[in-house]
């Protein structure tokens, strides 16, 4: 059952929540924040959005005024400018974002607020890197389809790409290749861009093909 309260709600439906929550609203406002690409369709919220946020949350108001954000990502440095604000909330303000993947919210954002996952998550996609017949070409695409992908979604194909080059037959993996997995996700942690953390990585292990 939806509830009108603050908190994380994930979906692939944005739409068909915003109308529930609508329909549970009595005297509260919303303030909607969407991140929407020039065709008005959804991309990731960046850190311009959370100042936008920043700013809505500061307007004084006499009912309690829930700032929606609405995005099928949030970018990591977006979500650090939020956290404080999310954390201690100006007065008869409260926070609901509503994104698509609980794995691409930083743990800061998702302790300060309860996470609720709605029936309507689509299956995970289908690792779509073919590790076993690499070439550049592949990296180059897949670089270019993972290019705003977050620090966390990041990691993530870190370990898939660790895992099946693994699993596969077709890489002499030394000690160092091994090292660079690793490696890979500590510079994650503090900041380095996915595009090149894949390609470094990827272009490492084309090296390695038998």
């Known amino acids: 059952m939806m509830l009108l309260s603050s908190g994380i709600i994930i979906t692939?439906?944005?739409d068909n929540v915003m109308a529930e929550?609508?329909?549970l609203r009595t005297n509260e406002l919303f303030t909607v924040i969407r991140s929407l690409d020039?065709?008005?369709?959804p991309k990731e919220f960046l850190v311009e959005h959370a100042q936008e946020a920043i700013a809505k949350a500061y307007i004084a108001s006499e009912e309690l005024n829930y700032i929606i954000l609405i995005a099928p990502r949030f970018s990591d440095i977006a979500q650090n400018r939020l956290l404080k604000v999310i954390e201690e909330p100006p007065k008869n303000k409260a926070f609901i974002i509503i994104t698509e993947s609980k794995s691409a919210l930083l743990d800061t954002i998702q302790s300060r607020l309860?996470?609720?996952v709605l029936n309507d998550i689509e299956s995970e996609k289908p690792f779509s890197l073919d590790i076993d017949n690499l070439n550049l070409a592949k990296v180059y695409e897949f670089v270019q389809e993972n290019s705003?992908?977050?620090a966390v979604e990041c990691k993530a194909l870190v370990e898939k790409i660790s895992l099946n080059a693994m699993k596969s037959k077709k890489y002499n993996l030394d000690e160092g290749t091994l090292k660079l997995f690793s490696d890979s996700i500590k510079a994650l942690e503090v900041g380095s861009p996915a595009t090149f953390i894949l390609n470094t990585l990827l272009l490492k292990l084309l090296s390695k093909k038998r």
């Open 21 to 23: 929550l609508e329909a």
């Open 114 to 116: 309860p996470v609720t």
């Open 148 to 150: 705003r992908i977050s």
């Open 12 to 14: 692939h439906q944005a």
């Open 38 to 41: 020039a065709k008005d369709k």
